[in-house]
């Protein structure tokens, strides 16, 4: 009887040591808080022939899957994502945000489907956006 009351207490000492680590170790990683929103950046939508050709490129090669890349030169930053090969077009790309952290540009983006009664058509369609901002050095998070 006295063997298992012991057994009782060693157990719920390491169960009140477990939490206690893991309560104090939680409040210690770095990078789980969002980041807060510095400012929203100014961009504008480009076209394809508006882009450079490496770029242009790049971006044929990639584009039947998904993809997310950044391109810079003299004139600015471009960011392009990709949505892969869809089974008809119709499809539109709406950039929900584009903003600066302290650490990182974030650029989040929404495919929308044809709309209803819209048909867009048997084609396959490759949808895909490329905005461009001014030059920073922040690496770019995609949301």
């Not at 060693?10 to 104090?24: G, K, N, P, S, T």
């Not at 490496?54 to 392009?80: C, H, N, R, W």
């Not at 048997?122 to 895909?128: A, D, F, L, T, V």
Request: proline content about 3%.
């Amino acid at each position: 009887m006295r063997k298992a009351a012991a057994h009782k207490w060693v157990l719920w000492i390491l169960l009140v040591a477990w939490v206690f680590i893991v309560r104090c170790l939680g409040g210690c990683s770095a990078g789980t808080e969002e980041e807060v929103k510095v400012r929203d950046l100014e961009f504008t939508v480009v076209g394809d022939g508006e882009l450079p050709s490496e770029l242009m490129g790049t971006i044929e090669q990639k584009k039947a899957s998904p993809f997310k890349l950044t391109y810079s030169d003299d004139q600015g930053l471009y960011i392009v994502t990709g949505y892969g090969e869809q089974e008809s077009g119709g499809y539109s790309i709406v950039v929900e945000e584009l903003y600066l952290t302290e650490n990182s540009i974030v650029f989040d983006t929404e495919l929308r489907g044809p709309e209803g009664g819209e048909s867009g058509g048997n084609e396959k369609s490759y949808p895909y956006i490329v905005i461009k901002t001014e030059v920073l050095e922040q690496p770019v998070v995609f949301q």
